[in-house]
């Protein structure tokens, strides 16, 4: 499926006389001359597959037709000089698939061009925000400003229109996802191969990383989580700062970040190349309760039911261990949901309650944290959603204890 084909889809569940605008966002300032690494607002990629800066879509829908533009930033050879080749006309057509692009010096005139000519009773932009205290994002100010000019107009959420949308994934996607879930086995293969006690978290995160740029990876699907010891039952470790000791376990929650599709995948390795006793215990545990998720996830459940059946698998186990009395008390150990969606963001957008349909991508992440033993293992793998269950699409990342020590010892 092309990025033509994902705006189709939005199209038909679009009100006539509705006008969709979109921006890719722009670089966000740092200090000085610095700015972040631009990422893409994930709905305008999802419409367009572009990811450059200071580039919006609008499109409008009449009862006729649709029509669609895209703006750009004129190329300017003397910018060009300083910050690398800017994309061409030609370039985002074959891209994009949206034949009329023009200059970004144009947007506003053709937004207004649109509202002023034609009947536009609502205007779709990406409004969503994650959290209260968060910044509002640059489509979020653009809609703001287009309330401020043009107040009849009502504003809707993009966001949540291409939720139903993105949570089933095409061929393409798919593919995507499953390239960045190989270079990050091929990022864990080589900590594997280098883990030993006395490194520092950071340079078993750096092993990880070094590899998926080598690979093609032009950034991480998040920052990994490198967590040693106690660090391990932290849920968003992410300061890596600490030296990893012997006989500890490390929980590495990571992914690459390829083609802007994400992998999500969670391995517990023995610092030393061997499990104790008690760690391969309670990991035995977690991929048990890793693999009945896998064996039930199919069409027409929700994540909410496989949460449940973790927390029975787990709970059981901690009563069977004496850890704990009653199942019900397994929210002592285990604290988090067992399953997401994976997309384009690595907590990729769905409504809440959706039941899981064919193309779906889930993670399956159980976990168990004992701070009073410094033991955290969390094992996560990616799922595809099919007609009748599900495809375990991480399932060349080893996860098997035994696995896992033999792999380190041949390698070491």
Known sequence: MSF???????????????????????PIHTNQDGYHDFVVNSQFFYLTGLERENTAFIAYKSAETVSEILFIEEPDPLSERWTGKMPTKDEVREISGISDVRYTDGLENAIGGFIGRFRVEQVYFDLSRGRMGDLPDYNQVMAERLKQIYPQVILKDLHAACAPLREQKDAEELERIRKALD????????VMKNLKPGMMEYQVQADFEYTCRRLGAKRQAFSTIAGSGINGCMMHYETNHCEVQDGSLILLDLGAKYGNYCSDITRTYPANGKFSPRQREIYELVLKANKAVAAAAKPGMTTRDLNDITRQVLGEGLVAMGMIQDVSEVGKYYMHGVSHTIGIDVHDISLAGDVLQPGWVISNEPGLYIDEEAIGIRIEDDL??????????????????????????RAQ
């Open 384 to 409: 595809l959603i099919t007609e009748n269950g599900c495809e375990v699409l991480s399932k060349d990342i080893i996860k098997d204890p035994d696995e896992i020590e033999e792999f380190m010892e």
């Open 4 to 26: 033509a084909e994902h705006r189709e889809r939005l199209y038909q569940t679009l009100a006539e006389n509705t006008l969709v605008v979109s921006y890719a966002g722009v």
């Open 183 to 190: 270079i990050t086995r091929q990022g864990l293969e080589f």
